[in-house]
């Protein structure tokens, strides 16, 4: 079982920077694939940005595609998301989500579904 504790959420200006971080548990004795996803009020969640097992490779939203940033550290268990250039529409509750399985050093995915494990979220506010 993964346990995931996201931070780095807060209060930006539009066009500053914001970097997120997921830390998975001890228990966890290997990465698995990551997501990203967000979700602002009366929305539904939607993906940002994925991130293989191994970190070969990324997936990004075509809304984040140039801005933002995935990536991984599997010695530390944490997966990071580099938000640059922010704009008020990025504004949202951001979530990480992991996978239970190890899949392919080349898999992502993109689907809220196809994960098993949560954070709590993390809030991320851009001011115009």
């Known amino acids: 079982q993964v346990q995931l504790v996201e931070s780095g959420g807060g209060l930006v200006q539009g066009g500053g920077s914001l970097r997120l971080s997921c830390a998975a548990s001890?228990?966890?004795?290997?990465?698995?694939?990551m997501g990203w996803f967000r979700q602002g009020p009366g929305k539904e969640r939607e993906f940002v940005a994925a991130?293989?097992?191994?970190?070969?490779?990324?997936n990004y939203a075509d809304s984040v595609k140039g801005r933002f940033t995935v990536s991984r550290d599997n010695v530390k268990n944490t997966v990071s998301l580099q938000m640059n250039s922010l704009k008020p529409e990025d504004t949202a509750a951001y979530y990480c989500?992991?996978?239970?399985?190890?899949?392919?050093?080349?898999?992502?995915?993109?689907?809220?579904?196809?994960?098993?494990?949560w954070g709590q979220g993390t809030q991320v506010t851009v001011s115009s």
């Open positions: 991130i293989s097992t191994y970190g070969d490779a990324t």
């Open positions: 001890r228990r966890t004795s290997s990465s698995y694939p």
């Open positions: 989500a992991a996978k239970g399985r190890p899949y392919s050093s080349f898999t992502t995915f993109t689907s809220p579904g196809s994960y098993d494990y």
